[in-house]
């Protein structure tokens, strides 16, 4: 029998403090990030029943982030409070070429994730375990602990989705084609962006950007497009899956809405294509506010957008 958990998320949650105003505003509004707890609370407001591993400061700011998973009915018996450790903090600014992220999460709390930190007996009996090359890429130890989650999931029956998330200012680009590339034989789902790949692959086409996925390992590929929409495979069929016109303000997080909610709707039962013109609504909605968390759409929301657009 499985545990009450539908999704169990590993990773960095962060405090997010996001830029208004003109340039050269003082203005910043707070809110929260991470990307793989982005995408666990967007599953959350979606109906999945979440829980998610990670290390947080023994701060005012791991205590808010804390408190916002509690407040999103997140399980957070697996997080690990670090006295000795500060947590995550990100600013991102908005300029005519889209967001730009400046971190601050040097020696974080999450940075010193380690293997004897994960929940076995949890991941054990989960339907899905997501992570991201982030987690990857922050530091040895947190690498560490996304491969032993892996193991411990897929030795189960576990499934697991990956999204590369790929953030060159965290590693070198050929390191992380090296992990990257290394981890795709391990998952059940991979969820790169079209700049994740073009990046790690030098292809630009996305059906051929499909391919290469799944010549690497991968068995299902849910290419996201952003304003294009998305590309499902299972490896013999391919499906476009048309975006959802929204008047996009802010960008941050909708690649991890996508995730969160594309796994919510396979636990509720939805095909791929199905789950992804769901999950391509919600991330397009979540565009049409500012920060990563607070415009992460709910039920509600997603199923008014698209019965507006079949209308």
Known sequence: MRAPFDIVALGEAMVEFNHTG???????????GGDTANAVIAAARQGARCAYVTRLGD????????????SEHVD??????????????YFVHHGPDGHVFTYRR???????????????????????????GISQAISTSAARTVREAIRVARQAGTKVSYDPNLRLTLWPLE??????????????????????VRQLAGIDDPEAIVDWCHRMGAPHVVLKLGSQGCLVSDGAQSTAVAPLPVQAVDATGAGDCFDGTYL????????????????GAAAALATTGSG????????????????????
Do not use: K
């Open 175 to 196: 390191r992380a084609r090296e992990v990257i590339v290394a981890t795709l034989p391990m998952c059940d789902l991979f969820l790169p962006s079209l700049d994740d």
């Open 264 to 279: 919510a709707r396979l636990v509720a039962g939805d095909d791929a294509v199905s789950a992804a013109r769901w999950a």
């Open 59 to 70: 701060d005012e700011f791991g205590r808010m982030c804390l408190c916002l998973l509690r």
């Open 106 to 132: 040097s020696g974080s709390a999450a940075s010193r994730l380690q293997p004897g930190d994960l929940p076995v007996a949890l991941l054990e009996r989960a339907t899905w375990l997501h992570v991201s």
């Open 76 to 89: 957070t018996s697996s997080v690990v409070i670090d006295a000795s450790a500060p947590t995550g903090l």
């Open 292 to 311: 990563a968390v607070a415009p992460l759409p709910g039920v509600q929301a997603v199923w008014n957008a698209l019965s507006g657009r079949e209308r």
């Open 22 to 32: 003109p340039r050269g505003s003082r203005t910043y509004v707070q809110g929260f």
